[in-house]
């Protein structure tokens, strides 16, 4: 299908040890967004891309938590240094994002089960 | 910043009947208000959505009503089935910044047969 795309399906680590989630967003959507999910809990912010650049870091819970995005397209999420409060459900998202100055139904991937021992 | 607050947690009916879902919102700048159905272990579905310009929406068996004075909106599910058995999640955002939501803490519907 089209929808957006999230690898890996799960990843279990070690503490301490870094890990990159990835997103592959709706074809020719320019925004993405990045949110997490812990058990039994709301959905919570991370960060926010239109296009290339991230006007919107403010939901990053550390300077841990890093996040890039090439070629409009694919986003990678890296958490360094991982705690086991890191665990949660990384949830990727995108819209159209062709009208800035309204909001534009979000479409979410089915997420990255992280898990730290 | 925006705080969405939902209720109830968790809300069982019987096959049938009526379901409503409320959340409140605390940033009157808010303008947009998605509602996402989620069952266990699958992604977030948007399932209906408003726009602070209208009162209520509605698509089949669901609809959303918004009260812009009381800064609260409300999902309702009629006639239920077993099938919209999940957790419903409310959010809010506010224009000009790029879309993001915040959400709800959920509520868990169970639709007895």
């Known amino acids: 299908g089209a929808g957006v795309s999230q690898s890996p399906s799960n990843k279990v680590t070690e503490k301490g040890k870094d890990v990159e989630l990835r997103c592959d967003p709706i074809s020719g959507h320019t925004a993405l967004y990045w949110y997490r999910q812990s058990l039994g809990q709301g959905l919570e912010f991370l960060i926010y891309?239109?296009?290339?650049?991230?006007?919107?870091k403010s939901g990053l819970p550390s300077d841990r938590f890093s996040a890039e995005r090439t070629g409009g397209s694919v986003s990678t999420l890296t958490i360094q240094r991982t705690q086991q409060e890191d665990s949660a459900v990384y949830l990727c998202a995108s819209s159209p994002g062709t009208d800035l100055s309204s909001n534009q139904p979000q479409h979410f991937g089915d997420g990255t089960r992280l898990s730290i021992l | 910043g925006e705080n969405v607050e939902q209720h109830p947690s968790t809300l069982s009916v019987q096959e049938g009947d009526s379901a409503v879902i409320k959340c409140t919102y605390s940033?009157?700048?808010?303008?947009?208000f998605p509602w996402y159905k989620q069952e266990l272990g699958k992604r977030p579905q948007l399932i209906i959505d408003i726009r602070s310009n209208v009162g209520e929406k509605k698509d089949q068996r669901i609809a959303v009503t918004l009260n812009k004075t009381a800064k609260h909106f409300s999902l309702h599910i009629t006639e239920t089935q077993p099938e919209d058995s999940a957790v419903y999640f409310c959010?809010?955002?506010?224009?000009?910044?790029?879309?993001?939501?915040?959400f709800g803490q959920g509520t868990e519907l169970s639709v007895k047969p």
């Open positions: 940033d009157s700048a808010s303008n947009y």
């Open positions: 959010a809010a955002s506010r224009r000009n910044q790029g879309g993001k939501l915040i």
């Open positions: 891309f239109q296009g290339n650049s991230a006007p919107d």
